[in-house]
């Protein structure tokens, strides 16, 4: 049902640009056009942001199949705990993302997707149904992520959700810590599409700035 003040509450939201970057008259203007008292403009204002708020879970380095009980003890139980914690959150997320190291490396590739096979039937325990997962250098380093998307799919891949553009960049596959020109230029490609002044969410497993780079924490062309 349109009201006066939601009518400049939606004039107030097309105007956002403005209010933020140029002169603040723009509500004021907007709801004396309508009759309506600036403060009740920021009520509905509110109100119709809270309609887009949303939350999601992130998890990351479960490692599962590591297994030396003097750095972890539970190193079998950690994941299955990992769900049924999310499960019993209060509010559910939207979804979930798990950011890589799903599983712990091995240079037996019938091992590695073994591991992978039974970290994703854990996973599959989850109450919410929406997730989605980026590789780590442990699942995806040694054979250029082949087993990953085997067991989880693309290794790098956009969405949207609720008005926010995320991006999963795989900065891990390639074995020199690189994202690649391919996936670069797909990256590019990808960003042309969006508004400059969309809200924008990175996800990757490294980060992109060198933060230890004897850890293998960088991508090497990550400035790009």
Known sequence: MSTPALEAAEAAGLAHRVIKHGPVRSL???AQARGVA??????????????????FVQLSDTHWGFGDPKIN??????????????NNLKMQPDFV????????TTDDPKERRKRMAEARDIINGLKVKDVKFLAGEHDAGLDNGEAFQENFGKTH????????????????SDPTSSIGDAQLQWLGDELKKIDKDARIVVLTHRPLFDLYPNWDWWTRDGAK
Request: glycine share 6%; net charge negative.
């Open 73 to 86: 003890p539970d190193y079998a139980g950690t994941l299955k705990k990992t769900i049924a914690a999310a």
């Open 28 to 30: 004021a203007e907007a």
């Open 38 to 55: 600036p403060a009740d403009v920021v009520k509905t204002l509110v109100v119709r942001r809270g309609e887009d708020d949303f939350l």
């Open 157 to 172: 891949y956009t969405f949207e959700h609720k008005g926010v553009h995320f991006i999963a960049v795989d900065n891990v």
């Open 97 to 104: 993302v798990f950011t890589g190291d799903i599983t712990h």
